[in-house]
């Protein structure tokens, strides 16, 4: 069973690894979509964003990444995916992906399985993990060690 976990990974967090880890445990191939979002301002490109998801699941021998362009059905079907795997982290969440759920399944025929975070993980974002980037705190608590360098990096350049 092929299964789709697609997001923004802006950066990428424990909470998106832990995701991942447990997806592919259940999953013959798991891939893992980058998408861009519009509406988003990122604080690393595509590519980087790729780069760093592939570093964090270069241990997954059944991961996969992708760089994501159109819609979550057309990169489903493009993938050839039996599921689409969404993680939440609280009843909003729940709401929000049940909606998106009922058009991947009646617009694309796809699956959605949901799998819930760990408590001890459920506030941690991506959006979090900038904010404290932007204001110069540590994030090691919050994204795999594989991202450090990055956001190293990404601060160096920014002057942070």
């Known amino acids: 069973m092929r299964v789709l976990f697609a997001g923004s990974f802006d950066p990428i967090t424990i909470g998106h690894a832990d995701i991942i880890t ?8 798991l891939v893992v979509a980058v998408g861009v979002n519009p509406k ?48 939440v982290r609280s009843q909003s969440d729940v ?10 399944r009646d617009l694309g025929g796809v699956e959605t399985l949901f799998i819930p975070s760990l408590p001890e993980l459920s506030l ?4 979090m993990v900038r904010e404290l980037v932007h204001l110069g705190l540590s994030v090691s608590r919050y994204v795999p060690n594989e991202i450090e360098p990055f956001v190293a990096q990404n601060r160096a350049k920014k002057g942070h």
């Not at 709401?95 to 991947?104: I, M, S």
């Open 22 to 29: 447990r997806a592919a445990s259940f999953a013959d191939e």
């Open 124 to 127: 941690v974002s991506s959006s």
């Open 40 to 87: 988003k301002k990122y604080m690393f490109d595509q590519d980087k964003r790729v780069d760093m998801v592939n570093a964090v699941v270069a241990q997954l021998g059944n991961v996969r990444t992708v760089k994501m362009e159109g819609t979550l059905i057309d990169c489903a079907k493009s993938n050839d995916v039996s599921f689409i795997v969404k993680g």
């Open 95 to 104: 709401d929000t992906e049940l909606a998106q759920a009922a058009v991947n």
